[in-house]
Structures are given as C-alpha cells and as structure tokens.
C-alpha cells in the first residue's frame, strides 16, 4: 500500500522551497510517496526547472484520507495554517522548523533527512492538542463562529482608544476593566500570544482554558487558569463607543462592535502532532528559550525521581501549646464568653 506524505511549505522564503525539495525527494527515495498542493508543486518546478522524481497533488490525484501524515516546512504560523486543512480529519502534523522560536514543530532544518527517516520507520508517536470554539454574538445574534488552537484574541481596533470589557466564567460576571485586549488560550498557545502578555506556561497534557489580560487599567487583572468544561465569555461594553477585533490564531478575524458578546469553550476536535522524540516539555522550553540552567544538580543518585526514597524520620509538628489556638496573625480567637 502506498504511503503518502503531504508536504507544505511557506513558500515565499528561498530556504524553504529549498528545504521541500530535498524533503521531497528524501521521501521519494525512502519509497514514499510525496504529495503537494498544486500551487506550491508548480512554484517548486518553475523555481528548479521542474523536479527530478514524481510528486501527487492533493485535491486531484489524491484526498486527504489518503495522506498518512503532514510534513509541515516553516514556522508556526505554517503549522498553524496547516492545522485549518487537517483539524476534521485523523491526520497529524509533523513540524520542521524554518522559523524562529518555532514552538510547535518537532525538528530542525538540519535535522531534516533524520526526519525523513524517522517517518519512514513510522518511528514517531502522536499527542492530541487541544482547540477551542468560538461564538460571537451581536444583539442576540450569532454573527460569527470559528475555532483557534492556540487563542482568540480580542483587541482594541483603534490605536488611541482602549476597549472597556466585562470577563465571565460560566454565566457568572468575573470582572470589568479598560484594556488593550485580552487573550483566551489553550495550554498550547500559553507559550504564544498569551506569553507575550504576561500569561502563564501551562503544559500540553494540561487540560485547561486560560484568561490574559493585555496592558489592563485594573488592580484585579491577573492572568487567570480554569477548567477546560468551563464557558468563557467577553463583552465589549458600549461605555467608550471603541470597537474592538477578534483575531483566532493571527489567521481569521471578525470585527466587535460595542455590546459583541465572545464565548469559548473546549472544541471536540483536537489538532494532532506527530512527536519523533520522548523529550520533555521543560526540555522544550530551555531549548527554545534558550533558559540558563548552569549550576542544576539533579535528583539524588539511586532515588527514584518523586519517590521518598530511603526512610527517614518524619518530621514532627508543633507541639501542642497554650498558644495553639492563636489564628495565623498571632491573634487569639475569641473565647465563647465573648463571642
């Protein structure tokens, strides 16, 4: 049975269309079967007068039920874009990063005949990510819905006028404050926009929706993490007249009047990575991130890791004293007498 493998690419970059060359062929020679959009196949044959093995086109040749897996060439936002073609169908997404940080791909540029092979020993493991739905309403009517794997975004539309806006949880009013914005997050796009804003680091296995607020004029604005069953909601309040926009991961917008209403919640459909390594996610962020972590020591020698290890004697608790009804101040509670 032949094995395809879809390849996209940002094809405005040299290195790029470089780099789906060589993937192309390495997949051809390790007999599989490289399969492409027809745009970018016909840029690659114009740019290297045509190609030196034969290539599938996706929607002609071949369905995306055919495709085994996608071999995805750039950054993020390529992954991203990606994910919009794959995310109803059981086909995961392999990245190779041609960008910067590239967070959601899973190899080098120079790594990339390591990759090849990797995929042709069908040496790689899939995780499912988790995406969120996205309802806006206007006036008691739906207007828009769309899904983001990493957030959906909702910013002031006007440079010089901040969006008053009123933050929910499940039907319960949190809050209300003037801000930039506010970004509402998966636990994969905590290390995208919502980082940028302050948010926190929250791991993919998490399971977990997320609230950044961006450059708030308010005491109680802090990043917030609830649960994944949960509704959230935004409200533009008309206060100001500002409109707002609400982007879903940088590729899709819809515009907020004042009194638009945005909800979330967890989507049914998840986007799927291919993972060619066991490397843990914190591995993940010092590499990326470049994070010092000279002087680190490790778990003990012969401990097992988050195990208690050889007994020891427990440590013992206060001793109950005269003053052990004294509160955390160091004030004692009142007696019945006086109560």
Request: hydrophobic letters at 40%; proline letters at 7%; aromatic letters at 6%.
């Amino acid at each position: 049975m032949t094995r395809r493998i879809l390849l996209l690419a940002h094809m405005g970059r040299e290195d790029s269309m470089e780099a789906t060359r060589e993937a192309s062929a390495q997949l051809y020679g390790s007999g599989l079967s490289p399969v492409m959009p027809a745009g970018q196949q016909a840029q690659l044959e114009a740019r290297f007068n045509g190609l030196d093995h034969p290539t599938e086109v996706i929607g002609q040749d071949v369905g995306l039920a055919d495709i085994e897996l996608v071999m995805v060439l750039g950054g993020d936002g390529t992954i991203l874009r990606a994910a919009e073609l794959v995310r109803h169908v059981d086909v995961p997404l392999l990245g190779v990063n041609l960008g910067h940080v590239g967070f959601l791909a899973e190899s080098e540029r120079a790594d990339l005949a390591q990759t090849v092979q990797w995929i042709a020993s069908r040496s790689y493991s899939v995780e499912e990510r988790m995406t969120i739905d996205v309802t806006v309403w206007h006036r008691g009517a739906k207007i828009a819905h769309t899904w983001a794997l990493n957030e959906a975004a909702i910013e002031k539309a006007s440079r010089e006028r901040m969006i008053e806006v009123v933050t929910e949880v499940d039907g319960k009013p949190l809050t209300s404050y003037g801000c930039d914005g506010i970004v509402l997050a998966t636990p994969t796009g905590s290390t995208a926009y919502a980082f940028s804003a302050g948010g926190p680091i929250v791991w993919p296995e998490v399971e977990a929706l997320l609230i950044t607020p961006i450059s708030a004029h308010a005491l109680f604005a802090k990043p917030l993490v609830v649960s994944p069953r949960s509704t959230l909601a935004v409200e533009i309040l008309g206060r100001t007249d500002a409109h707002a926009v609400l982007w879903c991961d940088g590729r899709r917008s819809v515009d907020l009047p004042p009194g638009a209403r945005v909800e979330v919640t967890k989507s049914r459909d998840p986007v799927r990575l291919a993972r060619t390594s066991t490397t843990p996610f914190s591995a993940r962020l010092v590499r990326k991130f470049e994070l010092p972590i000279h002087g680190w020591r490790g778990p003990v020698p012969g401990a097992p890791l988050g195990e208690p290890g050889p007994m020891v004697p427990e440590v013992p608790p206060i001793a109950w004293s005269q003053g052990a009804d004294e509160d955390a101040t160091g004030g004692e509670e009142p007696s019945q007498e006086h109560a």
